[in-house]
Nanobody, 124 residues
Framework: QVQVVESGGGLVQAGGSLRLSCEAS????????MGWFRQAPGKEREFVAG????????DYADSVKGRFTISRDNAKNMVYLLMNTLKPEDTAVYYC?????????????????WGQGTQVTVSS
């Protein structure tokens, strides 16, 4: 059974940085695309960033391009989201997503294995 566990959220001032981490277990990690989504209060969950199975391709929401960087370490079964120049509008619960299909691209859809979420709060 696939398990996805995030860590690294917290409270940060606007302009600051945070790094989220996610470990996925229960299958051969390197065969699957991974991604990050977020859900702000009163809003639908949205795609933030994704990385394909090999790590050779990434995709980002327009709102985070140039500020966020997704990466993966296949030897450690880990995916990371480095968030720089954070803004109050980045405040949300961030979810790690694991593509259920092997050898997928960087743009994940909503059909994934999900972590429990980690809160990121950016104060102004």
């Amino acid at each position: 059974q696939v398990q996805v566990v995030e860590s690294g959220g917290g409270l940060v001032q606007a302009g600051g940085s945070l790094r989220l981490s996610c470990e996925a277990s229960g299958r051969t990690f390197r065969r699957y695309a991974m991604g990050w989504f977020r859900q702000a209060p009163g809003k639908e969950r949205e795609f933030v960033a994704g990385i394909n199975w090999s790590g050779g391709s990434t995709d980002y929401a327009d709102s985070v391009k140039g500020r966020f960087t997704i990466s993966r370490d296949n030897a450690k079964n880990m995916v990371y989201l480095l968030m720089n120049t954070l803004k109050p509008e980045d405040t949300a619960v961030y979810y790690c997503a694991a593509d259920p299909k092997p050898y997928g691209g960087a743009r994940l859809n909503d059909d994934n294995y999900w972590g429990q979420g980690t809160q990121v709060t950016v104060s102004s």
